[in-house]
């Protein structure tokens, strides 16, 4: 069965911070994700993680860098190395990349090899402290518009031009619903490649189904893959989000 993860930046966000922490608890699940660092109260986020015997899933390097600019390269890399500090106190094996917008008038071809050289002085401090980055792509259709990733395609072949065993791809089933579809044949080809995925139902952005992908097909899947990482949940909720919750529960029984 997968593991999932409750992305405590977009559900339960009637709480105060640390109170989330909680209700990812009461509801069942395992473990949680958030966003940014920086402004968070890490020893609060400890202390509640431990009492609660929940894992901290993932959390985006910060400051996330734009590094479609290989003059940010240092920048990027000094947040990679403190978020690893941060990812240390927390017991978390996994820290989220994002590559900034595109740059206008610089060919699409320089900026994909900017990435993968800021990927590759990143991925040695990730490989030394046994931590693994995860590029993310975004869908500019809908969210976000004039980021430079958008497919996991062009992910998949940074990734590889890296070649690093601790920088892989993020892939957000939403995202990549919407701007490539043919999740399960993607996934399926790339999994090795694959440390971590995002989930929510397309459109909306809501609960699994509420909208048109099949997630009991997906997650079915991305288990008899033998993906042994976790899925996120960083979604909408339409309803109570206990309730949305047990619909998700539900839907993980019937992919078993």
Same mark, same amino acid.
């Given at each position: ?48 993680? @431990?009492?609660?015997?929940? /894992? ?5 390097? &910060? $400051?996330?860098?734009?590094? %479609? !600019? ?53 991925? @040695?401090?990730?490989?030394? /402290? ?5 590029? &993310? $792509?975004?869908?500019?259709? %809908? !969210? ?113």
């Amino acid at each position: 069965m997968v593991k999932l993860s409750i992305c405590i930046e977009m559900i339960f966000r009637e709480l105060p911070f640390l109170d989330r922490i909680d209700a990812v608890s009461e509801a069942g699940f395992p473990a949680f994700e958030f966003w940014g660092w920086r402004s968070k109260d890490i020893k609060g986020i400890l202390n509640r993680k @431990k009492e609660r015997g929940l /894992a901290v899933s993932s959390f985006g390097v &910060e $400051p996330a860098g734009r590094i %479609v !600019d290989y003059s940010t390269k240092d920048e990027f890399v000094k947040g990679v190395k403190d978020s690893i500090n941060t990812a240390h106190k927390l017991e978390c094996t996994r820290l989220i990349v994002t590559t900034g917008n595109e740059m206008k008038n610089v060919p699409r071809e320089t900026q994909h090899e900017n990435i993968v050289r800021c990927l590759k002085e990143a991925s @040695k401090h990730a490989e030394k /402290a046994d931590v693994t980055l995860v590029l &993310e $792509p975004l869908n500019v259709l %809908v !969210d976000h518009k004039g980021y430079y990733l958008y497919s996991s395609s062009e992910g998949f072949e940074i990734l590889r031009k890296v070649n690093s065993p601790n920088v892989k791809l993020l892939y957000d089933i939403y995202h990549q619903q919407i701007t490539e579809g043919n999740l399960i044949d993607t996934i399926t080809r790339n999994v090795g490649l694959i440390g971590h995925f995002h989930s929510a139902d397309v459109p909306g952005r809501h609960e699994f189904g509420t909208g048109e992908i099949n997630y009991t097909n997906v997650l079915r899947k991305i288990d008899k893959l033998g993906y042994d990482g976790f899925v996120g949940l960083e979604f909408m909720p339409l309803k109570d989000p206990k309730e949305a919750l047990r619909k998700v529960k539900e839907v993980i029984e019937h992919a078993s």
